[in-house]
Structures are given as structure tokens and as C-alpha cells.
């Protein structure tokens, strides 16, 4: 009898070591580097502390649609309480490293201009998605509970009445949100000993780009940026970024107008003309090394005007049409 006692006590305690091993091991962790950081994001934003910290830190980003860094992010004290829920959903901080060292640096935002305004009292009703290029058209996105939706288009997110869908996605070039796009920002001379071009009286300005595309279901605006030189000339001037509204947008509050950004970007220092003929390169800052900055194509200037850029001229539209002008 005393040996089946002990036999018993043995199992029992057998039974006992393999649940609470169990019950530590991160089985319910995606295999993806990136869903598993989403997975986690999520699951710590859940906590209401955390989404205080997080809207607040959001909403001081001196970015266009109020981006964080999130490896910065989660090393600053605004955010100490995500990094410290994200950890423990891990399994320590040493797990947390790791993972993000095997991701590129990411953005951490929300997309949509409607979830920036409202999401301060969405609850848990959000969702985190992580991908490794902007231009992904379908992801799997991350609730709080752990359950997954796949999403494939922005109306598919506004059906579903989330309240705030928050993207992870390889770090773009920043668009400063106080920032005038005017003929005091910068640019550089890509493939010229000469930096520093004094300004002729006269130069080359786009005063207005109408926006026919998307940087992704799961990526916010799109940052253009123009690369112009004259066609006897090697180099070519880089202007600085500014952001223009995806036409995803349009699509979904049913408008038949496309979007439009009026500016004053200076992109070549000399006037456009018949005698000064411009070559154009149209644009789009993307992040993380999945293929480098989209090319939306060039137009050749010979004044100012309204111009198409060449890419994908067999569609129904181009990708932008651009406005340039003298000042």
C-alpha cells in the first residue's frame, strides 16, 4: 500500500511540474518574427496605463499622422509601460532585444486620420498589425485577446468598426508635421562635388500634386519627393518629402475626387522653360529595405504646367499629376 502511495504522489507531481511548464513556454506565439512583435504589441495594449502612455507619446510626435520609432520609442521614458508589457508577453526583456533586432526599425502609427482622432476612447477595440513593407495588401492584425482577423482592403477595416488599427511597418523618411514644404527647406545635389548652390532670382517649384495612389492597406500617407536635373546636365537636385493623402482614402468616403496637396516645393534651381527643359523623377519614401523607394515614373517639363507621370500610363490614371511652376 505504501508503494502505491508513493507511485500516486510521484505521477501527481509529475502531472504538476509538466503544467506549470506548460503554462511559461510562449506555445501561443506566432512563428513570424513580425506577427509575433504585433502579437505582443497587442496583447500589452490591452492595458489601459499602456494605451494612455502610448496615445500621449502620439500624440507630441513632431511627424506627419503623429509617428513614433518604436525601437526609440520603447528605450524613452514615455515608453517604459509598453516595453515593460511587451517583455513580459515574451518572456523577458533579453526576448524582446532579440526580436527586434531581427526586424528593420519600425514605425509605430495609426494609418487612418479617423482612428487618430477617436481611438483615445476605443477600449480594446483595436488591432495591431506588423509587416516588413508599407505596400502589403494583406496582414494578419492582432486584438488584445490574442484573436487574429485578416484584413485585405481599408474598407474591410471600416465594416469592421475598429476603432484604432495601429501599423508596424520598416521605418520611412519623416515628414515634420510643422513643416512649410516652403523655399526655405532643404535639398541636396545627388552626384556633384557642389552642395551649397546659391539660388537663381528665378527657380523651379511643384505647387500642387493630385494623388491617384496608395503607399498600402496597412501604410498611412504618401511622402513624395522629386529627383530634377536638365536633360544636358548628369546630376539631379533631390527635393525635400512632403506628404500627401492616400487615395484610399478618397475611395472610402466615396469621393470622386482624388486627393490633392497644394505646396511650394522648391526642385530645381533655375526656371523650367522650352530653352530649360526638366527632367522629373516622381517619388515615394519607403522604409526597410524591401526594394527601396517607389519610382512613380518622370515627365519631361518645358514650362509650367500640369504633368503625368509616366508610370503606369496604360491604366485609367497615372500615379500623380504634378503642377510645376516659376517663382
Known sequence: MKKTYILIFGLLLVTLLTSCDQGASPEALPEAANEKLAFAVAAAMGNPDVRESVHSAMDASPYHEHKLVFGEFLNQPEGAALKKAIAQKLGGEDVLNGLLDELPSMDFYLPYET???TWEHAKDNLFVTCVLTPNAEVATSYHPNGSTETFTSREAIEEAK?????????????VHRNSSNSREMGYSVLGSANSGITQDNEATYVTKIVNYTADGVFGGNCEFYFM???LDESHATESSQVSVESALIAKIKNSDSAPTKKTDLFIYNGPVSGANKLKVRV???DGGGTGGDDDYGFFIADGPDDYDTSKNQGRSFPKATITVDNQ
Do not use: Q, T, V, W
Open 162 to 174: 475598429i476603432a484604432a488599427m495601429f501599423s508596424l511597418h520598416p521605418e520611412e523618411p519623416k
Open 115 to 117: 482612428h487618430r482622432e
Open 283 to 285: 517619388k515615394e519614401a
Open 228 to 230: 530634377a536635373r536638365r
